[in-house]
């Protein structure tokens, strides 16, 4: 009897090991993130107008015709569907599926690579913020529940908005820019760019190290290779550069008012489309002096460059007269960041955590009543 208890104890110690506090962690960590899993899987069969969009593009695309055309069109007509409205790498994304694969796969391989996107997104925040939070719960919890956030889920895994993939290059690029990493740094912050063109704004914070050091051989060559991927995936599209870059950036500053918060309580006492244009000037040009003190602030203080990106995002969405819930998951990505810093207990961040994810699950469903456009 003496014996097989020796025998057997390791065995439980070992079973016992998984439950302590070193283990526990990651078993709460795991099961939250299957769970996430699980819900995105189950919302596959759900969708929006957008991957339609993608789709359409991508056939174009091959086509031999224009997408952009398309573009400028779909933004001109009220209450239309918005057309594909971003540099083409997405495009030749969905145009390379459609090549390989049945056009019966499309969906799901769409539905697939987010799902990828998300997951990846949830291994940068970790690997980011590892060294910078000690206490193992609050590295993780946040992590997880960004997750299952339901703006998140419902933006990506449901609706086939591709922003994770945007987080994904941008994160890239924050941590290459931590490691000294020029030449990967710039790579992925062109490709932040070439899948969406919100990524410019925060362009500037990526130079300010070399500003400081006056290295204007690091700022010169960073240029180039932000400037270089973006111009070879152009290409085809150079020989009618007004119409390319009018349906790429031009459609975002002239695009009707649609929810903007700030916005749309001034319009209130507006009566008159004149004076609903000049609102738009004066939220643009805000816009623009924020934006420029956020880049001075940056570099006179040395904020870090989540910060930079965090501060930059809110500013942004809190002004611009098009609010759409997926531009919110551009805060809360950095968000997730920017307070692993704070100083605030447990509870109180995650109290105003929870109050921040339900009223955004408030809004989305509100929206999904009256926004114009679709989610």
Avoid at 184 to 203: H, M, Q, R, Y
Avoid at 218 to 232: A, C, R, S, Y
Wanted: net charge positive.
């Amino acid at each position: 009897m003496y014996e097989d208890k020796t025998v057997n104890e390791p065995k439980f110690s070992r079973v016992k090991d998984l439950f302590s506090h070193k283990y526990t962690s990651w078993i709460i960590f795991g099961i939250i993130i299957l769970a996430g899993i699980i819900v995105r899987i189950f919302l596959w069969d759900y969708t929006s107008s957008d991957i339609f969009v993608w789709k359409e593009a991508a056939e174009l695309l091959l086509s031999g015709e224009n997408p952009y055309l398309r573009t400028i069109e779909s933004f001109q007509i009220p209450g239309s569907t918005h057309f594909y409205a971003y540099f083409p790498l997405w495009m030749y994304i969905c145009s390379l599926i459609l090549l390989i694969f049945p056009q019966s796969w499309f969906f799901v391989i769409i539905k697939g690579l987010i799902l990828f996107f998300d997951i990846q997104v949830i291994i940068l925040l970790y690997v980011i913020l590892q060294n910078k939070v000690e206490n193992k719960w609050r590295l993780k919890i946040p992590i997880a529940i960004w997750f299952i956030t339901p703006m998140v889920i419902m933006t990506g895994a449901m609706h086939g908005k591709f922003d994770s993939l945007m987080f994904v290059f941008i994160l890239l690029a924050c941590l290459f820019n931590e490691r000294d990493s020029l030449i990967p740094e710039a790579i992925f912050l062109s490709l932040g760019i070439l899948i969406k063109p919100i990524t410019l704004i925060i362009v500037p914070f990526f130079f300010l190290k070399e500003v400081r050091e006056r290295n204007f051989k690091k700022i010169l060559l960073k240029i180039g290779l932000i400037v270089l991927p973006i111009i070879l995936f152009s290409i085809p599209f150079l020989a009618n550069p007004i119409i390319y870059f009018q349906g790429v950036l031009g459609v975002h500053i002239t695009r009707e008012h649609d929810l903007g918060f700030v916005y749309a309580l001034i319009s209130m006492a507006l009566s008159t489309a004149k004076g609903e244009n000049i609102l738009k000037i004066c939220l643009t040009v805000i816009i623009a002096i924020l934006w420029v003190t956020i880049i001075i602030i940056a570099y006179l203080k040395k904020l870090d460059i989540y910060s930079s990106c965090f501060y930059t995002f809110t500013m942004f969405n809190s002004l611009y007269w098009v609010f759409l819930i997926q531009y919110t998951t551009w805060i809360y990505t950095f968000y997730i960041i920017f307070t692993s810093k704070s100083k605030l207990k447990h509870w109180a961040l995650g109290s105003i955590t929870s109050f921040l994810i339900i009223l955004s699950t408030v809004l989305m469903a509100l929206l999904g009543l009256f926004v114009k456009n679709g989610l």
